[in-house]
């Protein structure tokens, strides 16, 4: 799909007023029509590539922030009815049309969107059911993710190079464009405008999200070098100067946060970006003791409209899975699904509610559930309280929730870990670490295993995505 069809479908979704879509989706058959008499085999698929996606957004999640919302257009709002019968138009011209191969995609794409499990949970927050939100814990993907709900996007080194490598045939063009765009520059900094274009890219098709929701949806996170991950100077400063060529690349504020690696120096960051309004993402955390230190950074001086706190679920579960069963655990592998499930329960009470429930009332950062193993991690975090609890989820990780229907609980974050789970867990000093809050120090977060393996991957993730940048090697 190009730019320019990227660009319509956008502007029919959010910037058509519901009483002139019609016009405009009648506008778009006649081109359809028009560009297959003309005989252009190029544009003929470009119009029918615009039509069938319509067809999906249509019937997606996209059509209820704007056409389908009542409280932005009480007397105005399309209704499902309406909709349909325009989808069943746009089916009628594309099967006149000869394209039966897009129509029965489209068909099938929107048939699997509706069914989504993620769709319902994005609905059940919409209509004041439970308080989670959902989004792409990856760097490509997002506008499908977006039909069933996703507010939000995630990228670091190594889903970048993920998404380039996954995709050359869009990606290495890219980055031959920069190169070519900017003869001087080194691979490190090809590699760093190489994700600022990953970045503005999903940026602009959630901005009219972020737009909508005062600024608290709709974000993009933006992880910085890991190489710097020791040096809060250094992270500030390439903070600093990617925020200011975002501001110019988007043309006002952008709608992204940094993500902060979770170690003593990154407490310092957290605490300096926020105060200037930079949001952030707290990366590289699976413990209390870091949500506690972070969080507490963040409340004092947070300008920014929102800041998350990542746990990275299956980077520490896996490591006490280990534990468990060096340690003869039989049933380790189902123990270690509820390590992260424990942490965030407790994550979730003393942070997140008020004093008068417990809690310590902190409003200027969310939890933020990333790097999930299966449907659990997704099933258990699901929360009504009064603090928006978001989870972003792999596209592999997606398809195994949506692989069939599935109860969506509003509040199982409320269930506690069975006791049996819990005792059996104690017996892991990864476990214990992160589940108390005072399992670690400060100054014990930079040695911390977790920590450790995921800034080395990173890292190494990173010199090869900076070698391809540089036209070294493959990814």
Not at 10 to 27: G, I, K, N, S
Not at 227 to 251: N, Y
Not at 398 to 427: M, N
Request: overall charge negative; glycine content about 8%.
């Amino acid at each position: 799909m190009n730019e320019r069809t990227l660009r319509t479908l956008q502007d029919l979704m959010f910037a058509v007023e519901p009483h002139d879509y019609r016009d405009e989706v009648v506008a778009a058959r006649q081109e359809a029509k028009a560009l297959h008499r003309a005989g252009d085999e190029t544009l003929q698929a470009e119009a029918a590539d615009l039509l069938a996606e319509n067809t999906v957004d249509m019937q997606s999640c996209l059509a209820d922030y704007h056409l389908k919302s009542r409280m932005r257009h009480p007397d105005a709002a399309l209704s499902e009815e309406a909709l349909l019968s325009e989808v069943e138009e746009s089916y009628a011209l594309l099967e006149e049309l000869g394209e039966t191969e897009r129509l029965a995609a489209a068909k099938a794409k929107a048939a699997a969107v509706k069914s989504s499990n993620l769709l319902k949970l994005a609905r059940g927050a919409e209509a004041g059911l439970h308080n989670t939100r959902w989004g792409n814990d990856y760097a490509s993907g997002l506008r499908d993710a977006m039909q069933k709900g996703a507010i939000l996007v995630t990228t670091n080194p190594v889903l970048v190079g993920l998404a380039a490598r996954e995709n050359p045939g869009y990606w290495t063009p890219v980055r031959d464009r920069i190169r070519a765009d900017n003869p001087n520059a080194g691979p490190e900094e090809i590699a760093a405008l190489m994700t600022i274009k990953v970045v503005v890219q999903n940026a602009r098709l959630l901005r009219p999200i972020w737009e909508m929701h005062d600024r608290k949806l709709g974000l993009v996170s933006l992880q910085l070098s890991p190489k710097g991950a020791f040096d809060a100077d250094s992270m500030i400063e390439g903070a600093t100067r990617i925020w200011d060529g975002l501001c110019q690349e988007i043309g006002g504020t952008p709608n992204t946060v940094f993500k902060v690696p979770g170690t003593k120096a990154g407490i310092d960051v957290a605490a300096e970006l926020t105060s200037r309004g930079i949001g952030v993402n707290i990366t590289v955390n699976y413990s209390l003791p870091q949500q506690i230190a972070f969080a507490g950074a963040i409340e004092k001086r947070s300008t920014a409209p929102l800041s998350f706190r990542t746990q990275m679920d299956g980077r520490i579960d896996d490591p006490i899975g280990e534990e468990l069963e060096a340690l003869g655990i039989s049933n380790w592998a189902e123990v270690k699904t509820w390590a992260t499930t424990a942490i965030r329960q407790r994550d979730y009470k003393l942070l997140c509610l008020p004093p008068q429930q417990g809690g310590l009332g902190f409003e200027r950062s969310f939890c933020l559930g990333a790097s999930g193993r299966g449907p659990w991690n997704i099933l258990r975090s699901v929360a009504d309280g009064p603090a928006t609890l978001f989870l972003t989820v792999f596209p592999n990780r997606q398809v195994e929730l949506d692989s069939e229907p599935r109860d969506i609980d509003p509040g199982a974050i409320w269930k506690p870990v069975p006791q049996d789970i819990l005792e059996a867990l104690q017996k892991s000093k990864l476990f214990r670490q992160s589940y108390e809050p005072d399992g670690m120090t400060v100054d014990e977060f930079d040695t911390y295993l977790p920590v450790q393996r995921t800034l080395k991957e990173f890292g190494d993730a990173y010199d090869k995505f900076v070698g391809w940048c540089g036209g070294q090697g493959d990814l």
